[in-house]
C-alpha cells in the first residue's frame, strides 16, 4: 500500500478494539480497488470520547466507523444525522465534511444483505433478537421493514427491550414486536447482537440454556472469534447458522460508499471475504 501526503485516513473507534478485523478487510480492498485511503483503529475509552471528536475534527479524517460501546453516546457529539439514524437513536458510520461530523447507521443494512447472500428470507417468521442496544435498533428495524410474522427482542433488561419493540413498531408502522423475559421454544431465526462470546469472552454464551431446535436458523453478529460458543451449539444441534462475518463487510461496504460517494460494487464483497478467509 502506496501512503503519500494525500492519503486520507478513515477508522474505527470503540473499546475494546483488539479484536477487529475492520482494518485488514478495509486497507485489502483500497489497495486492490487503487482508493487513497489508509484504514486504522483507535482504542478510545468512553471518557475520552468528545476529546477523540475534538481530534478527529482536527485531523480532517475521512470519515469513521463506531463500535461498542460508543453507537449510542456518538448520537450527541455528531453536528448531524441522517433522518433514519436520528430515528434509531444509534449510529455506526460518521463522515467528515466541510469539518462536520455526520452521523449514520449501516449495521441493520449489512445484516440483511448478509442474510440475502445465504438466501435466508426473514418475511413471516418468527424472530428473536438477543440484546436491546445500537446494533440491536438498526438489525431490528430492518427485519421489521421486511415483514417477519413477529419479533421478540429479549434483552437483560426488560424495559429497555420494550423501548425497542416500540420504536421498531413505529417505524415500520405495524405491531410486530414485543419485548419478552426469556428466548420463546419455538423461533425460525435467532439473532445475537451483543458482545457475548466476543473475544476474549469466548466461552459466553447467550443460548446456553435453550434447547434449540434443527430447523432454527441462528445468527451471531459477533465475528471474533468467527464459531462463537452460540454457533458450536446451534451447529451441533443441526440448525442453519449465520456468523458475524457477513454483516461486517455489508455494513463495511455501506460505509466506504458514503464516505467516497462512489458506488459500491458486488466484486468488493468478495475482496474483503478473501481476506478475512485467509485469518
Given at each position: 500500500?502506496?501512503?503519500?501526503?494525500?492519503?486520507?485516513?478513515?477508522?474505527?473507534?470503540?473499546?475494546?478494539?483488539?479484536?477487529?478485523?475492520?482494518?485488514?478487510?478495509?486497507?485489502?480492498?483500497?489497495?486492490?480497488?487503487?482508493?487513497?485511503?489508509i484504514y486504522l483503529a483507535f482504542d478510545i475509552r468512553p471518557e475520552n470520547l468528545n476529546n477523540a471528536r475534538i481530534g478527529i475534527k482536527a485531523l480532517d479524517l475521512k470519515g469513521f466507523n463506531v463500535t461498542i460501546p460508543h453507537k449510542e453516546a456518538m448520537i450527541g457529539l455528531v453536528d448531524s444525522l441522517d433522518p433514519y439514524a436520528k430515528k434509531l437513536g444509534a449510529i455506526n458510520t460518521v463522515k467528515v465534511k466541510d469539518g462536520q461530523l455526520?452521523?449514520?447507521?449501516?449495521?441493520?443494512?449489512?445484516?440483511?444483505?448478509?442474510?440475502?447472500?445465504?438466501?435466508?428470507?426473514?418475511?413471516?417468521?418468527?424472530?428473536?433478537?438477543?440484546?436491546?442496544?445500537?446494533?440491536?435498533?438498526?438489525?431490528?428495524?430492518?427485519?421489521?421493514?421486511?415483514?417477519?410474522?413477529?419479533?421478540?427482542?429479549?434483552?437483560?433488561?426488560?424495559?429497555?427491550?420494550?423501548?425497542?419493540?416500540?420504536?421498531?413498531?413505529?417505524?415500520?408502522?405495524?405491531?410486530?414486536?414485543?419485548?419478552?423475559?426469556?428466548?420463546?421454544?419455538?423461533?425460525?431465526?435467532?439473532?445475537?447482537?451483543?458482545?457475548?462470546?466476543?473475544?476474549?469472552?469466548?466461552?459466553?454464551?447467550?443460548?446456553?440454556?435453550?434447547?434449540?431446535?434443527?430447523?432454527?436458523?441462528?445468527?451471531?453478529?459477533?465475528?471474533?472469534?468467527?464459531?462463537?460458543?452460540?454457533?458450536?451449539?446451534?451447529?451441533?444441534?443441526?440448525?442453519?447458522?449465520?456468523?458475524?462475518?457477513?454483516?461486517?463487510?455489508?455494513?463495511?461496504?455501506?460505509?466506504?460508499?458514503?464516505?467516497?460517494?462512489?458506488?459500491?460494487?458486488?466484486?468488493?464483497?468478495?475482496?474483503?471475504?478473501?481476506?478475512?478467509?485467509?485469518?
Open positions: 500500500m502506496k501512503i503519500s501526503a494525500s492519503t486520507k485516513l478513515v477508522g474505527l473507534i470503540g473499546h475494546p478494539i483488539g479484536h477487529s478485523m475492520s482494518p485488514i478487510i478495509h486497507n485489502a480492498l483500497y489497495q486492490r480497488i487503487g482508493l487513497d485511503l455526520i452521523g449514520y447507521n449501516t449495521d441493520g443494512q449489512g445484516f440483511i444483505k448478509s442474510l440475502k447472500r445465504k438466501n435466508i428470507s426473514v418475511k413471516d417468521k418468527s424472530i428473536v433478537i438477543i440484546g436491546a442496544g445500537g446494533a440491536a435498533r438498526s438489525i431490528a428495524v430492518y427485519i421489521g421493514l421486511e415483514g417477519p410474522k413477529e419479533i421478540r427482542i429479549v434483552n437483560r433488561t426488560y424495559d429497555r427491550g420494550k423501548v425497542l419493540a416500540n420504536l421498531v413498531n413505529d417505524l415500520t408502522g405495524s405491531y410486530i414486536a414485543s419485548p419478552a423475559s426469556h428466548i420463546p421454544d419455538k423461533s425460525d431465526i435467532i439473532v445475537n447482537t451483543t458482545s457475548l462470546g466476543m473475544w476474549p469472552n469466548i466461552k459466553e454464551n447467550p443460548i446456553s440454556d435453550l434447547s434449540l431446535s434443527p430447523q432454527t436458523i441462528v445468527c451471531d453478529i459477533v465475528y471474533n472469534p468467527r464459531m462463537t460458543a452460540m454457533l458450536r451449539q446451534a451447529e451441533r444441534t443441526g440448525c442453519q447458522i449465520v456468523d458475524g462475518t457477513g454483516m461486517l463487510i455489508g455494513q463495511a461496504l455501506a460505509s466506504v460508499g458514503i464516505w467516497t460517494g462512489k458506488e459500491v460494487k458486488d466484486e468488493y464483497w468478495q475482496i474483503m471475504q478473501e481476506e478475512l478467509d485467509k485469518l
